[in-house]
């Protein structure tokens, strides 16, 4: 069966770090642009990070850059997501996607997901203390 499968979330103290892993089954993740999204209750869904199946280009949201690192192991068909200096306002489910060849930013700025070919259940992320 293809499906991603998303592992790592948890409940986390204000400043600490937590890495998320997209793991693929079923298809290879060489070509695929890959990005994280995150929703909170009550918003909208937003584009994370995101990189390219290529050269490694990425994608941050301003509300995450510095702080996340998006990588990619395509030995191990799986995706990263480093998250550190964790705040509160980071709670939410946090999804990971697959596109096709998209390219990076186009795909991490989009509202609907019709768009994207493979996408998992979630993980949920808490900052709290």
């Known amino acids: 069966q ?3 499968v998303e592992s790592g979330g948890g409940l986390v103290q204000p400043g ?11 298809f ?3 070509y695929y642009t890959i990005g994280w999204f995150r929703q909170a209750p009550g918003k909208e869904r937003e584009g994370v990070s995101c990189i390219s199946s290529s050269d490694g ?6 509300s995450v850059k ?8 395509n030995a191990k068909n799986t995706i990263y997501l480093q998250m550190n200096s964790l705040k509160p306002e980071d709670t939410a489910v946090y999804y990971c996607a697959a596109m096709l060849l998209a390219p ?3 795909m991490c700025v989009m509202r609907s997901m019709r768009g994207m070919d493979y996408w998992g259940k979630g993980t949920v992320v808490t900052v709290s203390s």
């Open 2 to 4: 293809v499906q991603l």
């Open 16 to 26: 600490g770090s937590l890495r998320l892993s997209c793991a693929a089954s079923g």
């Open 28 to 30: 290879t993740l060489d």
């Open 57 to 62: 280009s990425t994608y941050y949201a301003d």
């Open 66 to 73: 510095g702080r996340f690192t998006i990588s990619r192991d």
């Open 104 to 106: 990076v930013q186009a």
